[in-house]
C-alpha cells in the first residue's frame, strides 16, 4: 500500500475571520452596498472592510476541506496526517511516506509556501505540486511579473513600493514619460495590493486609485497594515478570467475556463473578485453567482486565454496543477494577473471554489480531481499507487 503524507495548515475553527469591532460571527453576515451611487468611486482610500476584518488566516485549509482531501488520497493508497506545524519535519523524518500530497500555505514568512516542499527535498521524499522555488515566486507577485514580462507573456506594468519614503518615487513615475529603468510611465487608473498575499487578503475596493493622491494614502496604508511591499499596477479594465492548469510538460492543458460575472456584485461594486466578493458577499446559504463555467466567450479569446496562461505555468515552473487569473486590458488581451500553484480547493459546490468548479466542467468529481493532481506529481517522480482508484485513474490516463 502506498503511504501518502498528507500535509496541510488547518485553519482555527473559531473564529476563522472574526470582526474586530465586537461582531461575533465567525463569517460575518455583512449586508453588501446598496446605494446606487457606486460606493467605490465615493469611498475614500483608507481601507475601511480591510482594517475591520481580521483576515490572517484566510488562506489556511478548514477541517472541512481537509477531511474531503484525506478522503479522495485514501483511495490511492494509506493517508498519514501530518499538519504543517513546528514539529512537520521531525514528523516527516518519522513516518517516511512514500509521497508528499501538498496543500501547506505554511506558517509564515514570504517563502512560507515551500517550506513544506524544502523539508520534503531536504529528507528526499517525493511531493506534489510545485517545488520551493515556484512557490516562493509566485507568491511574490511582482517577482512573477518580471519572470512574465522577460518572456513575453503579458502582465500589467507595475511598480513595487517598498517602503513609505519610496511612495513619492511612484509619483514620479506616473508623471514622468520614462524612468531611468527605461520602463514606461503606469497609467492611471492604479490598482494597489500587498506583494505577497493570497486569497485576496488586503484586496478590497479602495485598492482601485483614480489619483495618484488616493494610491499614495491606499498604499501608505496596505504598507502598515501587511508589513510588507505594496505592488502598483496599472488596472486592467476587461473582463477577468481564472484557469485551472492541470499535467506537466507537453501534457499541460487547462480546464473549462471560469469567468467572472460581476454583474453578480452588489449594484455599484466595483468589478474586481476582493476581499468583499469572496469573503463577506459569497456565503454558502446565498452563494454569489459571480462565476459561470464554462466561461461564455468565443473560441479566438479561448485559445488566447489557454496560450497565455500555459506560457505562464512553463515559465513559472509550474508542476501538477494551478490557477492562473487573468485579465483582459483595454485592447483585450489577455494579461496574467497571478498565479497560484497551491489552488484554493475547497470541496462544496456551494462554496465556489474555482478549480473543483472547473473540474466539475469537464467531468471530474473532487475526488479524481485530487486524485489526478497526486496522479501527476506521482508520474513525474516515478512512485506508484496503489489503492482501487489507482488503477481507474491509470486507466482514465491511458485514455487521454
Ligand atoms: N491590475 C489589476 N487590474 C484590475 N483588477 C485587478 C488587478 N490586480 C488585481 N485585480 C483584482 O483583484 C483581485 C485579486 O487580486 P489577486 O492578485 O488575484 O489577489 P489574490 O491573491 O488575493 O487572489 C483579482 O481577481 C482582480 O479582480
Ligand atoms: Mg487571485
Given at each position: 500500500m502506498t503511504r501518502i503524507g498528507f500535509a496541510y495548515n488547518q485553519k482555527p475553527?473559531?473564529?476563522a475571520l472574526r470582526l474586530?469591532?465586537?461582531?461575533?460571527?465567525?463569517r460575518p453576515d455583512e449586508e453588501p452596498p446598496s446605494s446606487s451611487e457606486p460606493e467605490w468611486a465615493s469611498a475614500p482610500a483608507g481601507g475601511v472592510a480591510a482594517a475591520s476584518?481580521?483576515?490572517?488566516?484566510?488562506?489556511w485549509d478548514s477541517a472541512e476541506t481537509i477531511n474531503a482531501v484525506e478522503h479522495a488520497l485514501s483511495a490511492l493508497g494509506e493517508v498519514l496526517r501530518l499538519e504543517?506545524?513546528?514539529d512537520f519535519p521531525e514528523r516527516l523524518r518519522a513516518t517516511q511516506p512514500d509521497i508528499v500530497y501538498n496543500i501547506a500555505e505554511g506558517m509564515?514568512?514570504?517563502n512560507r509556501e515551500a517550506h513544506v516542499p524544502a523539508i520534503c527535498e531536504f529528507y528526499g521524499i517525493p511531493y506534489s505540486g510545485s517545488d520551493p522555488f515556484s512557490l516562493s515566486l509566485c507568491l511574490d507577485k511582482a517577482r512573477t511579473k518580471e519572470y512574465l514580462a522577460y518572456h513575453g507573456v503579458p502582465t500589467a506594468p507595475f511598480a513595487l513600493i517598498?517602503?513609505?519614503?519610496e511612495i513619492p518615487a511612484m509619483l514620479d513615475r506616473l508623471t514622468t514619460r520614462r524612468t531611468k529603468s527605461g520602463s514606461t510611465r503606469l497609467r492611471l487608473p492604479l490598482f494597489v495590493k500587498p506583494?505577497?498575499?493570497?486569497?485576496?487578503?488586503?484586496?478590497?475596493?479602495?485598492?482601485?486609485?483614480?489619483t495618484v493622491a488616493e494610491a499614495q494614502t491606499q498604499t501608505a496604508f496596505l504598507l502598515e497594515r501587511y508589513a510588507q511591499p505594496v505592488l502598483v499596477e496599472e488596472y486592467l479594465p476587461g473582463r477577468e478570467f481564472t484557469c485551472a492548469v492541470m499535467g506537466n510538460g507537453d501534457g499541460a492543458h487547462v480546464l473549462p475556463i471560469v469567468g467572472m460575472n460581476?454583474?453578480?456584485?452588489?449594484?455599484?461594486?466595483?468589478p474586481v473578485y476582493g476581499f468583499e466578493a469572496k469573503w463577506?458577499?459569497?456565503?454558502?446559504?446565498?452563494?454569489?453567482?459571480?462565476?459561470?463555467?464554462?466561461?461564455?466567450?468565443d473560441e479566438a479569446l479561448r485559445s488566447r486565454i489557454e496560450e497565455v496562461v500555459l506560457s505562464a505555468y512553463q515559465v513559472l515552473g509550474c508542476r501538477d496543477w494551478s490557477r492562473i487569473d487573468v485579465r483582459l486590458d483595454a485592447a483585450g488581451v489577455p494579461n496574467v494577473v497571478e498565479v497560484n500553484p497551491l489552488p484554493g480547493i475547497l470541496?462544496?459546490?456551494?462554496?465556489?471554489?474555482c478549480f473543483p468548479k472547473a473540474a466539475r466542467a469537464a467531468g471530474l468529481s473532487y475526488d479524481e480531481l485530487i486524485q489526478r493532481s497526486l496522479r501527476f506529481a506521482a508520474e513525474r517522480q516515478g512512485v506508484a499507487l496503489s489503492g482501487k482508484a489507482a488503477r481507474r485513474v491509470r486507466r482514465a490516463a491511458a485514455l487521454g
Open positions: 475553527e473559531l473564529p474586530e469591532d465586537g461582531a461575533e460571527d465567525a476584518v481580521d483576515d490572517e488566516f484566510a488562506e504543517a506545524n513546528a509564515g514568512g514570504v517598498r517602503n513609505a519614503a506583494v505577497h498575499e493570497g486569497s485576496s487578503k488586503g484586496i478590497t475596493e479602495d485598492n482601485y486609485c483614480r460581476f454583474e453578480a456584485l452588489p449594484p455599484g461594486a466595483l463577506l458577499w459569497d456565503d454558502p446559504s446565498h452563494p454569489l453567482e459571480i462565476f459561470e463555467c464554462p466561461a461564455r466567450i470541496p462544496r459546490p456551494e462554496d465556489n471554489s
